[in-house]
């Protein structure tokens, strides 16, 4: 499975999943992002719809936006969408942004929307804890209605390691399962130690790579990042029933195939999966 992040910055369009779903590639996880895919343009929402209902490709998933304008939040931290505001106010709008991407549902259903808690850098509170409590028992029950399930993503923040998402299930009750990113986890306690920690409850995959410090989502065989994939790839065949294995990578300008090469880093992870059965 891809994540449609390889061409954020580019409007989704019919005859890009197109091309992908001559690849082979079975599912796509959708980037909410107002240059990519704009979820409160209904146009654009249906014309999707009506290709994905013609399609044997398949939303797998979709992940819950960031930011409000198009340059990833550049424009101020007013775009920035936080579940963990501790304004009320402001906490209810960034849970309605975050329902109007839900509701992309009702017409390309799809399983699981993808959800960050905080925002990169964010320091570990209570109340934060608090804050993303109610906005995500209102968005699981709105999530819910339709048919999708919230997952909760270890993201680079205090808030969101592995270990913090364990003590914030334990905390709230709310028992939501994860999606594991192997960048962010390289770039924390290791993809082992979180790993572990998240193992029973993950469900989706977020597959790239990284040099240990910055989140480039660097294709695996790439060679300019530093994650260990033998490793990697050992640790996540061992409960491979759980999720699929699906790439999340940045666009690479210089690429003439992008999607060429997409194939090849498939190809590229299951050789090494492959050679240690």
Same mark, same amino acid.
């Given at each position: 499975?891809?994540?449609?992040?390889?061409?954020?910055?580019?409007?989704?369009?019919?005859?890009?999943?197109?091309?992908?779903?001559?690849?082979?590639?079975?599912?796509?996880?959708?980037?909410?992002?107002?240059?990519?895919?704009?979820?409160?343009?209904?146009?654009?929402?249906?014309?999707?719809?009506?290709?994905?209902?013609?399609?044997?490709?398949?939303?797998?998933?979709?992940?819950?936006?960031?930011?409000?304008?198009?340059?990833?939040?550049?424009?101020?931290?007013?775009?920035?969408?936080?579940?963990?505001?501790?304004?009320?106010?402001?906490?209810?709008?960034?849970?309605?942004?975050?329902?109007?991407?839900?509701?992309?549902?009702?017409?390309?259903? @799809? %399983?699981? &929307?993808?959800?960050?808690?905080?925002?990169? +850098? /964010?320091?570990?509170? #209570?109340?934060?804890? !608090?804050?993303? @409590? %109610?906005? &995500?028992?209102?968005?699981?029950?709105?999530? +819910? /209605?339709?048919?999708? #399930?919230?997952?909760? !993503?270890?993201?680079?923040?205090? &808030?969101?390691?592995?270990?913090?998402?364990?003590?914030?299930?334990?905390?709230?009750?709310?028992?939501?399962?994860?999606?594991?990113?192997?960048?962010?986890?390289?770039?924390?306690?290791?993809?082992?130690?979180?790993?572990?920690?998240?193992?029973?409850?993950?469900?989706?995959?977020?597959?790239?790579?990284?040099?240990?410090?910055?989140?480039?989502?660097?294709?695996?065989?790439?060679?300019?990042?530093?994650?260990?994939?033998?490793?990697?790839?050992?640790?996540?065949?061992?409960?491979?029933?759980?999720?699929?294995?699906?790439?999340?990578?940045?666009?690479?300008?210089?690429?003439?195939?992008?999607?060429?090469?997409?194939?090849?880093?498939?190809?590229?992870?299951?050789?090494?999966?492959?050679?240690?059965?």
């Amino acid at each position: 499975m891809l994540s449609t992040h390889v061409i954020v910055n580019h409007r989704l369009t019919t005859a890009w999943l197109s091309k992908v779903e001559r690849t082979g590639i079975a599912a796509v996880e959708i980037f909410c992002a107002p240059q990519h895919l704009d979820y409160r343009n209904k146009p654009q929402v249906a014309e999707l719809g009506h290709w994905f209902r013609d399609s044997e490709l398949k939303l797998h998933s979709l992940h819950s936006p960031m930011y409000t304008d198009d340059i990833w939040g550049r424009t101020g931290p007013h775009t920035h969408i936080n579940i963990t505001e501790l304004t009320k106010a402001l906490r209810i709008q960034w849970v309605d942004e975050i329902k109007r991407a839900i509701e992309v549902a009702e017409v390309i259903p @799809f %399983r699981y &929307l993808i959800q960050h808690l905080g925002v990169g +850098g /964010q320091e570990f509170s #209570e109340y934060s804890i !608090e804050a993303a @409590f %109610r906005s &995500l028992e209102e968005l699981t029950i709105f999530a +819910g /209605q339709r048919g999708v #399930e919230i997952l909760l !993503e270890n993201t680079p923040n205090d &808030l969101s390691t592995a270990e913090r998402l364990e003590l914030f299930n334990r905390m709230t009750h709310l028992n939501l399962n994860y999606v594991f990113d192997t960048g962010h986890a390289h770039m924390g306690a290791g993809i082992a130690q979180e790993f572990d920690a998240m193992k029973e409850r993950i469900r989706s995959l977020h597959v790239h790579d990284n040099g240990g410090k910055e989140d480039t989502h660097l294709f695996p065989n790439s060679g300019a990042g530093s994650i260990d994939w033998t490793r990697t790839m050992e640790l996540l065949r061992s409960r491979s029933s759980q999720y699929p294995l699906l790439l999340e990578l940045r666009e690479v300008p210089e690429q003439e195939n992008p999607l060429t090469e997409i194939t090849r880093a498939f190809d590229y992870l299951e050789a090494l999966e492959a050679s240690h059965d």
